[in-house]
């Protein structure tokens, strides 16, 4: 399936756009798996060190973790972010809906990037609320005016009880705005005087559905005060044009010559083509070769440009 016109037109115009239904339990289901594994084999590994009472694996996959944390956050600090990369993982990642719509707003040669994140947020949890940020303030300046496409994929219904997400609708053709690390948990956060005077956006979104940004898109994500963990994976999309760090299997630069400054969008995490017309013999289908490129992957810093 590909975004129809009016799809494009929305996105472009409001700077994110709800795609409901896209994705149905057989899509989802293999990462959900994958997780309810690792959760279970790491709290059964917590229990025999002596870090946790029991399992509880009467829980289910919307509150096994919140039991768990409530003794420790070993587990959740184990496995937030971009920490795992199993098969189910690569195979949402290299999903043909998501790579489909993905064409339709960044073109056919296209490059995921490994800055995925799993965010399991648990009720209550502090960390589990992200500040106002731009995705382009984590980025190179470089790619200030590319697009690099979030998608925002709930693993459960995402609604504004349990912490879904708020957009600033229309500000995304502006610039990016100053960012600073926020005090205690050190996300990026767009700094007060420097917000734009916009009704924020609240935006439920069902499981199966997903939530597409720019990256000069205002965004944060809001308390869990309910009993079920919110779960739910962002990933990230970018023309193979724009700069990026992904090395063909014979290890050759993909751009020659090779793009200089920057290395990539987030030269922190490795890069991977998951489309491509011009050179489909590139194209990354196993997920032996995308966890070789992540874990052999030199990370290297982003260009500073606030204060950290
Ligand atoms: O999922 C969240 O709570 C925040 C996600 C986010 O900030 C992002 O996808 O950039």
């Known amino acids: 399936m590909k975004l129809s016109p009016a799809q494009r037109a929305e996105f472009h115009r409001e700077g994110y756009l709800v795609v409901e239904d896209l994705l149905t339990d057989e899509d989802l289901q293999p990462v959900i798996d994958e997780i ?3 959760v279970d084999r790491r709290a059964r590994e917590l229990v025999a060190s002596g870090d946790l009472s029991r399992p509880y694996e009467e829980e289910g996959f919307e509150t096994r973790l919140t039991r768990i944390t409530a003794e420790t956050e070993k587990l959740y600090r184990g496995i937030y972010s971009g920490q795992l990369s199993g098969p189910g993982i690569f195979q949402l990642l290299t999903n043909p809906k998501l790579v489909d719509l993905a064409e339709s707003l960044v073109g056919p040669e296209i490059i995921a990037s490994s800055v995925y994140r799993l965010r399991p947020k648990v009720p209550r949890l502090p960390s589990g609320v992200v500040p106002w940020h731009q995705d382009s303030g984590y980025f190179e300046p470089a790619c200030d005016d ?8 709930p693993l459960v219904d ?3 009880e349990r912490g879904c997400m708020q957009v600033i609708p229309r500000v995304h053709q502006g610039r990016v705005f100053r960012h600073t690390v926020q005090p205690v948990i050190p996300y990026l956060v767009i700094v007060p005087e420097e917000m734009p005077p916009v009704e924020p956006v609240t935006v439920p979104v069902r499981k199966g559905g997903v939530l597409l940004l720019t990256n000069r898109t ?7 005060v309910t009993d079920v963990i919110r779960w739910s994976m962002d990933l990230r999309y970018q023309s193979a044009a724009l700069p990026t760090n992904y090395r063909t299997d014979d290890g050759h630069p993909f751009h020659d010559p090779p793009d200089a400054t920057p290395v990539a969008c987030y030269p922190p995490e490795a890069d991977f083509l998951v489309r491509s017309q011009l050179r489909p013999w590139d194209v990354v289908t196993e997920w032996l070769r995308f966890n070789e490129i992540r874990k052999t992957y030199q990370s290297l810093p982003v260009t500073a440009r606030w204060d950290h």
């Open 158 to 160: 995402a609604t504004p």
């Open 218 to 224: 205002p965004h944060c994500s809001i308390e869990n």
């Open 36 to 38: 309810n594994e690792e």
């Open 146 to 153: 590319a697009l690099v496409l979030t998608y925002w994929i």
